[in-house]
């Protein structure tokens, strides 16, 4: 398959009503381009989708359709991108940080999740072992935070909580490999 993707458990966090929102700033473009090419190692465009019609026809297209209870949250073209994300995280993204902590834990671990397809990944297991190591980087290129302060332990931690309790059992227990 020349696509990955990181798709959320059977716990859907948002009902989503499909009506479109307004795009995400041209600043938090310019950030989640810096966190993508950063984690990638090359230059990695990321783009996001805002209707869910949109999303569905997307996901269909490249053969991801997931199964009865799962949703995919983004998907990324190996090796290359883009990293292509879902209205559920690019509606977090224009909310900016007025957010609950799964919805910043979303955000989070699927930005430090996707590049490292764009970098070459395609196994599942590694890709999150390797997300775990960028989270950091995220939070502080996407969201401003400090490295090394309270409000990034508690982001990170947000973020772990995720990938625990969120991200599909088949990407848990693996090793980054970079
Ligand atoms: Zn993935």
Known sequence: MRYALIIWGCVVLVFFTGKAFGAISPTVQSRLNTTATLIAGKPVTVNCHYTKADWDAHVHWVGL??????????????????????????????????LSPTDIGQVVDTMAHEPNHAFGLRDERQTEACAKRYEALVIHVLYG????????????????????????ASYQGGTCPR
Do not use: W
């Not at 949250?73 to 007025?98: D, F, H, M, R």
């Open 145 to 168: 935070v400090k490295y090394h302060t309270a409000k990034m332990r508690l982001y990170v931690a947000y973020a772990l909580a995720f990938s625990k309790n969120y991200v599909a």
């Open 65 to 98: 359709d997931p199964a009865p209870g799962q949703y995919v949250n983004a998907y990324t073209y190996i090796g290359t991108g883009p990293v292509e994300l879902s209205p559920e995280v690019c509606l977090s993204l224009q909310k900016g940080q007025n």
